[in-house]
């Protein structure tokens, strides 16, 4: 399509929602004949609202879903700082602040909520807030500094949230509800004593059924308000809060307003579309407003007159937009408000029919006030269905009871089961139907997991990996797990973790067992442990093992049968049977002394040279016998191995950092050559790769890695389980803001715990998965130090980092090692006549015979060109071992 | 040195036992052919054509040498195929081998014999 039929999209609003719009119309293709123009109000790109509250935690870059500001799709722009203050649609344009116009195809609306401040009088002092965006926090933060107590108006999700926040600012807080319960629209009666007794064994004071008749100025504000302010406005800070009916008024030094929130549809009301009765814009099925080139997205819309406060459904309704723009049928016909989250420490769910409104319903309640545990079914008054229910303080059922709830399914003889204590929320031999829904995030069903199974999947991990059960929200893992292990048994089959036929045990029970024993030798293991003699799967499983807890030579005698091809000669072994060379080049910092004796020695043997991916230097075509020499050359000139053939630290990328980058915060290029230096030659359960970005534009690509670094203001965040690859994955973030020490402290606990526990050849993202509790359980052993590991891992990692020394220098110097480094044991001055090299772009490129060249076939390969090739024929006449020897 | 197809072929010694660790191979010029000598745990030794079928490169004496049940075999370094050290046939796949070859010690000499 030539650019000028191209048509533009404007987007009003980029907070998820917005932004979930952008990225399901790139991925679609929407932009391959749309211009997209995002405006943002706010003056960051969108961030994770949900999580905000850890804003104060990891900062505002770790929320970010955009770090750069800028999407990857050049026919993407985005305007952050923007407000659209008009819509004409008759003339299909968008009015800006300043002015300026901006013609549309379509609109779509993604102005969200805001929060509401009921009428009260005083709402508008000092020190008071709403709870919504990151610089609402900023100002929270700023006066918790000096502020002793406050209050949040509102039990709800957000207010409890918000109350959290307040608390865990050293605040002593209050939250004041106008219902008689917390979280009114979720639990009942009694599920809300049950939370409001958690909260308050936290020390935070909940007022229930009161309302907030006035807000109280301090005594500055009265005389400010009578000297100066003509406006009439209240000046000053609040300092009490007095409720109807209540004598004695509740002082507080700040305050915060979280009692819900309404669309935000001023927009589409002067631009005069139709409105919901109670706010929003009214859309239809496809969220297609009464305009047809204006759709409504999020908590702004309101589809069948209903709107959505929650992000789930916004997400849905981004896709479907995306979707009806592409021509595409898909619709919104409604979400699932069950929920499930942890509100201040407290497992609450509430599902279905949680408030028992079905006609003549049945109500099963179980309740442990010491324990402070409070559970509800909702059952059909026939007893045999469960219609909804509420779990507070242990929601582990969640799982299970939600897909019943979906699905109508028949409730077993004893529903009862279902709540009480002993249940494990297995349900006891319950058997959802295949349509059972049992990750509403990614509507994945039992019948989906079964499927995915049946492709081949072998774990709970690999089927959330391949089916995405499981990796939004996490409350159905135990589910997944559960079903996936049923589903196994009922083929007849055991998962097994063995690491092969000669080892009935895992990579990481093995690592346990040779520590514990001290084993020094393969010989001493598999006698002990094993049976038969190994193979190509334990021997360099082993190998590993011993390396991380000896920090001997790889190469040492008794030993070295167990390396794999590349461990073994130190090198890349390639398809023709040649080897490829990679000196470390740390961060990726190099001299132009460094390049000039790389080129050299790739001159002088005749080698094909290459950048790789991690910032070094690849030199390819060496024949083994050749290597002791090449690394002679390199060591001599201050090179070492780069491990490049390891299962081990590759490379720590980095960007150029603030030394050089007027954006960069900090030396990621110093910090990278430490890690690097720190972490070479680390022995592994699979290859490690690291990056260090000096700014959130993350030029080094630092989560897409093992472990990545992104310098911020105030020190470093970190990120792991990061992958390229095959099943590529984006690094979670571990901690944020860290000093230089803490950051290396947690990085040594990191991979120690990967080193010690992964499975071979399981990469950080999916060892991360397989852990009960993923990501959170990797926090709380690195960073909160749950298992008290803390210290010996770090000693681990330090013996490593005081026992490394050049894999390639040992070798060089130790003749009875470089006895394996001949082409032929009776022939060493022969080189194989089978590693052959063609040409290329000016440089060798390896040949592959079909069949084993051999004397008296010379001219088998005279088609050959190029400047190496070696060995083309060899003269008859061999010499025999004596002759050689 | 006799060299022909159908005559027995002498014995050609390569090296000493003690040159090749034990669960490893070396690669030796046998007649202009790259064989493959490996010795196991127990001192036996095995020969083998180094030309890996599948990945038809020279490289089978640089693999690592373990057991299959009780069968001695040899995984190409290249791609891991499994190769019987006595038959030197394929493990995942019989109609796939690798020739093989007479080999034995003699007053700790290996050498290596007629290609069976």
């Known amino acids: 399509m030539s650019p000028h039929l191209r048509k533009k999209v404007v987007v009003v609003g980029h907070g998820m929602v917005g932004h979930r719009f952008v990225t399901a119309a790139i991925e679609r293709g929407l932009t391959e004949t749309h211009d997209i123009v995002v405006f943002g109000e706010e003056p960051r790109p969108a961030y994770d609202r949900v999580a905000l509250t850890s804003f104060f935690e990891v900062g505002a870059e770790a929320l970010s879903f955009l770090p750069s500001g800028v999407y990857e799709d050049p026919r993407v722009t985005l305007r952050t700082g923007t407000s659209v203050i008009e819509i004409d649609r008759a003339a299909q344009t968008v009015m800006l602040a300043d002015g300026e116009e901006m013609a549309y195809d379509e609109l779509v609306l993604a102005t969200g909520a805001a929060p509401f401040v009921p009428p009260v009088p005083g709402a508008e002092l000092g020190n008071v807030f709403v709870y919504r965006t990151i610089e609402d926090l900023e100002a929270i933060r700023e006066a918790a500094k000096t502020a002793k107590s406050g209050a949040v108006i509102g039990g709800g999700l957000l207010g409890l949230e918000a109350a959290n926040a307040l608390h865990q600012l050293g605040v002593k807080t209050h939250v004041v509800e106008l219902a008689p319960r917390l979280m009114a629209v979720q639990v009942d009666d009694a599920g809300g004593n049950t939370l409001k007794r958690h909260i308050e064994k936290l020390g935070l004071t909940v007022h229930t059924g009161v309302m907030t008749e006035s807000i109280a100025p301090d005594s500055v504000a009265e005389i400010s308000v009578v000297d100066e302010d003509e406006s009439g406005v209240l000046d000053g800070k609040v300092s009490a809060l007095k409720f109807k009916d209540v004598e004695e008024p509740l002082p507080i030094d700040m305050l915060v307003f979280s009692a819900g929130i309404r669309p935000r549809d001023a927009l589409a009301r002067a631009a005069g579309l139709d409105l919901a009765e109670r706010g929003g814009v009214l859309v239809d099925e496809q969220c297609r407003s009464s305009d047809p080139h204006v759709w409504a997205v999020g908590e702004c819309a309101a589809p069948g007159g209903r709107m959505y406060g929650l992000v789930a459904p916004g997400y849905d309704m981004a896709e479907v937009v995306a979707d009806a723009l592409l021509g595409g049928a898909g619709t919104f016909t409604g979400a699932d408000m069950s929920t499930k989250l942890k509100l201040l420490g407290v497992d609450v769910a509430s599902f279905g029919d949680a408030h028992g409104t079905t006609d003549e319903c049945l109500e099963l309640t179980y309740s442990d006030a010491v324990a402070g545990v409070y559970k509800k079914l909702v059952i059909s008054e026939d007893g045999t269905r469960l219609l909804g229910g509420v779990l507070v303080g242990d929601a582990s059922a969640y799982g299970l009871l939600r897909p019943m709830v979906a699905s109508g399914i028949p409730l077993p003889e004893n529903p009862e089961e279902l709540i009480l204590p002993q249940s494990t929320g297995g349900g006891g031999g319950i058997q959802l139907p295949p349509e059972a829904q049992i990750c509403s995030c990614n509507n994945v069903t039992r019948g989906d997991i079964e499927a995915a199974v049946d492709n081949g999947c072998e774990s709970a991990a690999d089927v959330t990996k391949s089916t995405k059960a499981g990796s939004t929200c996490g409350s159905c893992k135990v589910q997944v797990k559960k079903i996936v292990e049923d589903y196994f048994t009922a083929q007849g089959k055991t998962v097994d973790t063995s690491l092969c036929e000669h080892f009935k045990m895992t990579r990481a029970e093995l690592f346990d067992v040779v520590l514990i024993h001290g084993y020094k030798t393969f010989d001493q293991i598999i006698e002990a442990h094993g049976t038969g003699r190994g193979c190509d799967l334990c021997k360099p499983a082993v190998a590993s093992i011993l390396a991380s807890q000896l920090n001997g030579h790889v190469l040492a005698k008794e030993n070295r049968k167990l390396q794999d091809t590349n461990d073994a000669y130190l090198a890349n072994l390639q398809k023709n049977g040649s080897y490829s060379v990679v000196p470390r080049i740390p961060g990726g910092e190099i001299t132009p002394e460094g390049l000039i004796v790389i080129g050299e020695v790739a001159k002088e043997f005749g080698l094909y040279t290459k950048i790789t991916g991690g910032q070094r230097i690849d030199m390819f075509g060496a024949r083994m016998e050749d290597l002791p020499a090449i690394w002679k050359r390199l060591v001599d000139a201050g090179f070492e191995s780069g491990h490049a053939y390891g299962k081990s630290l590759r490379t720590v990328k980095s960007c150029v950092g603030s030394t050089w980058c007027r954006y960069g915060v900090q030396d990621s290029v110093g910090l990278a050559i430490m890690l690097e230096t720190r972490y070479r030659g680390l022995r592994s359960p699979h290859k490690l790769k690291g990056g260090v970005s000096g700014c959130a534009r993350e030029c080094a690509e630092a989560r897409g890695k093992d472990f990545g670094v992104i310098a911020t203001e105030k020190g470093w965040n970190l990120y792991v389980g990061g992958n390229g690859g095959a099943i590529p994955a984006h690094a979670q973030l571990l901690a944020g803001d860290l000093s230089t020490e803490e950051l290396v402290s947690y990085l040594d606990r990191f991979l120690m715990y990967y080193v010690r526990t992964a499975d071979r050849l399981q990469r950080t993202s999916t060892w991360i998965d397989s852990l009960d509790g993923g990501l959170d359980r990797v926090r709380e052993v690195v960073v909160d130090d749950v298992l008290g590991l803390g210290t010996e891992l770090e000693a681990a990692m330090a013996a490593h980092v005081d026992g490394y020394f050049d894999e390639w220098k040992a070798t060089i110097e130790d003749p009875e090692k470089l006895k394996r480094f001949v082409s032929f044991v009776n022939a060493p001055d022969i080189p194989d006549p089978n590693i052959s090299f063609g040409s290329t772009r000016g440089q060798i490129v390896p040949e592959v015979g079909e069949e084993p060249a051999a004397v008296g076939r010379s001219g088998a390969r005279d088609n050959q060109t190029g400047p190496v090739s070696l060995g083309s024929s060899i003269p008859i006449g061999l010499p025999t071992l004596e002759e050689t020897r | ?116």
């Open chain 2, 1 to 116: 040195m006799t060299e022909t197809q159908t005559q027995p072929v002498t014995y050609i010694a390569v090296c000493r036992l003690d040159d090749i660790d034990p669960e490893t191979g070396i690669a030796a010029l046998v007649r202009g052919e790259a064989v493959a000598v490996f010795r196991t745990v127990d001192d036996r030794v095995f020969a083998l054509s180094n030309f890996d079928p599948y990945g038809h490169a020279s490289v089978l004496a640089r693999g690592i040498v373990g057991t299959r049940g009780e069968v001695p075999f040899v995984a190409s370094p290249l791609l891991k195929q499994p190769f019987s050290l006595e038959t030197g046939e394929c493990l995942d796949d019989p109609s796939v081998s690798v020739a093989t070859y007479e080999v034995d010690v003699v007053d700790g000499e290996v050498r290596v014999g007629a290609r069976r």
